[in-house]
Every structure is written in structure tokens, then in C-alpha cells.
């Protein structure tokens, strides 16, 4: 599978992964709108620790959610902030597809080709054991990448595009990373809308 582009609608053939893809499940004119609503997101480029030298994220985040939904990822608490009418009608169109409830979000916004994030798994404490993560794409086409944790040579790579809804549940997050790389060319913003569902129970 090392380099293989899937230009798929519909559910990804997947081993040990639940994936659905909804392209342009938000209309061009309407995921024009939203892209730029979300500009109101407060946007912050976090410092990491890595090897005990401090980076920049390269990309821009906000964690927005209902008050006790706290998430601790690379290290950091983010305490979420109340959510707003963009991420809130956002959010009920996800629900909705996705089949599940949803008390956070994860905004990223990727500035341009030289902002990604490296390979990783969504599979914190806080969200469960098979976590439901709607995913949402505006802006800027970036590639996606998936690598089950037991063939990591093996790369799974799809284009996602203005509009475009991804779901990823089952055992998802327990079997497989991704990641979004950086790219050389020069191109636009893209924001990545993850939402989730919190649990400290």
C-alpha cells in the first residue's frame, strides 16, 4: 500500500479501522462561509517539549468545548473554551452524520505547507476505547495519511478537500496513526475541525 493515493467516497477498506468519507458534504458555497466564519477562532501556536527543547507547533490550534471537557495531548491540559455559533452549527451537522455525540472540538488550522503534524494516534484516556472522531476539512486540499501500528511501512495516503467529512470510529484509533505532512509547495490555509467526545468518568 506504500504510496497509494485513494480518491474514495464511502467507507475505507481497511483492516482493523471503521473510516467513512462524506465528499463535500458541506457544499463549496457553504464550506466557503464557514471558512470564513472561523476566522472569529481564537487561534494559538502552542510550545512543545520535545527531548527537553522547547518548539513551535507547526500549525495553530484552540480547543473549544463544554466546560468540564479538559484534554491532555503532548503533554499540555487544554482548558476548552465555550463554544461559539460557528463551531456549534458545525457541530450539529456532524452529529448528525456521524451518529454520535460530541462535547469538544479540536480547531487546527495549517497555514500553509511548511504546518502539519506528525504521525500519532487519537487515543488518549479521555476519549475511550473506540472514540467517534467527526472531522471536518475547509480551505487548502492536504493529504492524509494512515499507518497501521503493526506495518508502519505500510502508507495509506487520501486527498481531503473543501467540504469534505471524515469519520473515523471501531478501532480506528487503537490500530492505526496518522498524520498530515508538510509539503514544499506554496499553497493556501487549510482548517481541520476534530470533534470528540470527553469523558474523565
Known amino acids: 500500500?506504500?504510496?497509494r493515493l485513494w480518491e474514495v467516497e464511502g467507507e475505507l477498506n481497511l483492516q482493523d479501522a471503521?473510516?467513512?468519507i462524506h465528499r463535500q458534504y458541506f457544499s463549496p458555497l457553504i464550506a466557503s462561509a464557514y471558512l470564513k466564519r472561523l476566522k472569529s477562532v481564537s487561534w494559538k501556536q502552542e510550545e512543545l517539549i520535545v527531548?527537553?527543547?522547547k518548539h513551535l507547533e507547526p500549525r495553530e490550534t484552540a480547543w473549544y468545548g463544554d466546560k468540564e471537557a479538559s484534554y491532555t495531548y503532548s503533554g499540555l491540559t487544554h482548558k476548552p473554551k465555550p463554544w461559539i455559533p460557528v463551531?456549534?452549527?458545525i457541530r450539529n451537522d456532524v452529529t448528525a452524520i456521524a451518529r454520535a455525540s460530541f462535547n469538544s472540538v479540536l480547531a487546527n488550522r495549517y497555514r500553509?505547507?511548511?504546518d502539519g503534524v506528525a504521525w500519532h494516534a487519537d487515543d488518549e484516556f479521555e476519549l475511550g476505547e473506540n472514540p467517534v472522531i467527526g472531522s471536518v476539512s475547509f480551505g487548502q486540499?492536504?493529504?492524509f495519511q494512515l499507518r497501521h501500528?503493526?506495518?508502519p511501512r505500510a502508507v495509506v495516503s487520501?486527498?481531503?478537500?473543501h467540504g469534505d467529512l471524515m469519520v473515523m470510529s471501531g478501532g480506528t484509533q487503537k490500530f492505526w496513526e496518522h498524520q498530515i505532512p508538510k509539503i514544499k509547495q506554496s499553497i493556501t490555509e487549510r482548517i481541520n475541525l476534530t470533534f470528540r467526545n470527553i469523558n474523565h468518568g
Do not use: A, N
Open 51 to 53: 527531548f527537553g527543547k
Open 1 to 3: 500500500m506504500q504510496g
Open 18 to 20: 471503521s473510516i467513512v
Open 158 to 161: 487520501l486527498d481531503l478537500h
Open 87 to 89: 463551531l456549534d452549527e
Open 112 to 114: 500553509d505547507g511548511q
Open 141 to 143: 486540499t492536504r493529504r
Open 149 to 151: 501500528k503493526y506495518e
